[in-house]
């Protein structure tokens, strides 16, 4: 059970694990220490807050955090926000990490996995049209790696899956420790097989 009603979550699990179930979590996000515990406690209280509703269940539960230094990105509140992040982020090399949970019965686990980003400098025009598209205002950092017609990304160190989202083979060492049978990523993704993250970072 994935505790997440992100599209892109859900077709990075799919690589994974072909059929599961997935249902919006509605625990709180607030912001309490660094963007790494923070993210791993986040996946911890997505998962968990679904214990109730489906016990019994492995539940999997996933937070991204962009961050800069001591500042840290969530989802922009608005078209203002997101504009504002853009601007703060272009050039930049910043860090994203994605905090992941597995919810088993009484037992509970949680990693993460980090990347760093550098972002393009985008130009107030590219900003201005990708913010008017929407796109950014349901992601951390308000932007998305995987927008390849507006390219955010100017170079990528680590797991590209974990910018999306959902680091998969952190998940998938997570999801065999306990018990369940998960497939290798680069079966669905050619980008995987090379991924930093494959053998543990």
């Known amino acids: 059970m994935l505790a997440s009603a992100s599209p892109r979550r859900r077709e990075l699990l799919r690589a994974l694990l072909p059929a599961f179930e997935a249902a919006a979590s509605d625990a709180p996000e607030p912001f309490e220490g660094s963007p790494i515990e923070d993210a791993e406690r986040l996946a911890l209280a997505k998962a968990g807050a ?3 509703a489906y016990p019994g269940a492995v539940l999997i539960g996933a937070d991204t955090i962009v961050f800069d230094g001591p500042t840290a990105y969530a989802k922009p509140e608005d078209a203002a926000d997101a504009v504002r992040m ?5 050039g930049r090399e910043h860090g994203v990490v994605t905090g992941v949970a597995v919810v088993d019965g009484m037992n509970a686990a949680a990693g993460h996995c980090l990347s760093r980003v550098t972002m393009a400098a985008l130009p107030e025009s590219v900003i201005a049209e990708y913010v008017a598209s929407g796109r950014p205002l349901d992601k951390a950092g308000a932007y998305a790696i ?3 017609d507006v390219p955010t990304v100017a170079h990528l160190d680590g797991c590209y899956c974990n910018v999306m989202g959902l680091p998969l ?8 420790a306990a018990g369940v049978d998960a497939a290798g990523p680069g079966e669905t993704y050619a980008r995987c097989t090379s991924c930093p993250d494959r053998d543990g970072g």
């Open 86 to 90: 853009l601007r703060e982020l272009r």
């Open 146 to 148: 995987q927008d390849e």
């Open 169 to 176: 083979w952190t998940l998938r060492r997570m999801l065999i």
């Open 50 to 52: 679904l214990r109730a």
